[in-house]
Nanobody
Framework: QVQLVESGGGLVQPGGSLTLSCAASGFFSSINVMGWYRQVPEKERELVARINRGGTTNYADSVKGRFTISTDNAKNTVFLQMNSMKPEDTAMYYC????????????WGQGTQVTVSS
């Protein structure tokens, strides 16, 4: 089994910064993709940013230039640096990973709340 444990959520003022972390643990041979999604009530979960094993990144248009995704491969950890935050960034943020075990499987973290408010 693979576990994703997130940390770093909280309350931040508009224009402020916050960094999320997600560490993968368990039995797997490799991590192909790690990423962050977010969801607000009554809306579908949406991609925020993802990074693949080769370092290629993808960002939602709404966060380009403000958010940066990165990894510490030695620690199987992905980070999301969020700058110039806006109230519309308020959401539950979920870590996601596609991991090679005996098959390629997707895993989700439990979620961490991010609130942008003055």
């Amino acid at each position: 089994q693979v576990q994703l444990v997130e940390s770093g959520g909280g309350l931040v003022q508009p224009g402020g910064s916050l960094t999320l972390s997600c560490a993968a643990s368990g039995f797997f041979s490799s991590i192909n993709v790690m990423g962050w999604y977010r969801q607000v009530p009554e809306k579908e979960r949406e991609l925020v940013a993802r990074i693949n094993r080769g370092g290629t990144t993808n960002y939602a248009d709404s966060v380009k230039g403000r958010f940066t995704i990165s990894t510490d491969n030695a620690k199987n950890t992905v980070f999301l640096q969020m700058n110039s935050m806006k109230p519309e960034d308020t959401a539950m943020y979920y870590c996601h990973a596609r991991v090679q075990t005996h098959t390629m499987s997707s895993y989700w973290g439990q979620g961490t709340q991010v609130t942008v408010s003055s």
